[in-house]
């Protein structure tokens, strides 16, 4: 009888911060999401949103000329690694729409790249409820394409304040909040690869 050793190996993590602004809060969100990720064990991929950019999704399009680069780029960096980190502005209540329509083109590959994948939500808002709002709403597509998306979220209220100049958070205690959260997700990340072993 044999047996099948599984080698450890770091859990690989993407990080999106999901704004095309130069000084996106969100983008500066992820990049600390991605130092501590790195600082616990973590495998990181970061990637811009604007390397993503996607025109608006038009299924003739997709028939004529299939799925757009950007929306292929992000799909190969989903099937590349275990699981994924996205900072994402809340627009209105809910998710932006540039977001879920990169969510929507990526959602035309087969298989979906999500599935399998497990996914951590932060927020960053000028407001006082931090995005949780357009948090809830993204998980909706995520879920539906079969991510497993960490229960608990990060929304950061008063981000002009709450962010140092270098990016870091300026309460301790939020700090270790963030860092806590995100080493728990990539340990269940890193479990959850070593069970499908791949
Ligand atoms: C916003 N903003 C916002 N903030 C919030 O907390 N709840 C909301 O519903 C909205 N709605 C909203 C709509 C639109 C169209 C814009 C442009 C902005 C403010 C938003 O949180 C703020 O601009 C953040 O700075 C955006 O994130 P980045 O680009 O800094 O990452």
Do not use: C
Not at 37 to 45: I, L
Not at 91 to 97: A, D, H, I, Q
Request: proline content about 6%; cysteine-free.
């Amino acid at each position: 009888m044999s047996t099948t050793m599984v080698s450890p190996r770091p859990a690989r993590v993407a990080v999106l911060g999901a704004s095309l602004r130069k000084q996106s809060f969100n983008v500066r969100l992820a990049a600390l999401a991605a130092r501590m990720a790195a600082t616990h064990g973590a495998e990181v991929r970061t990637v811009g949103f604007g390397d993503l950019t996607v025109p608006p999704l038009d299924t003739d399009a997709l028939e004529t000329d299939g799925v757009p680069e950007g929306a292929r780029r992000f799909g190969d960096l989903l099937t590349e690694t275990d699981g994924f980190i996205i900072a994402a502005p809340e627009y209105n209540y809910s998710v932006s729409g540039v977001l879920k329509n990169l969510i929507d083109w990526t959602s035309r590959i087969r298989p979906w790249p999500f599935t399998g994948r497990n996914g951590l939500l932060l927020s960053a808002s000028t407001g006082a409820v931090g995005g949780v709002r357009g948090l809830w709403a993204l998980r909706v597509p995520l879920e539906g394409l079969g991510a497993h998306v960490y229960p608990d979220m990060f929304p950061l209220a008063y981000a002009e304040t709450a962010l140092t100049a270098d990016d870091d958070l300026a309460d301790s205690a939020l700090r270790e909040r963030l860092d806590r959260l995100v080493g728990a997700f990539v340990d269940l990340t890193r479990t959850h690869a070593l069970r499908r072993n791949v």
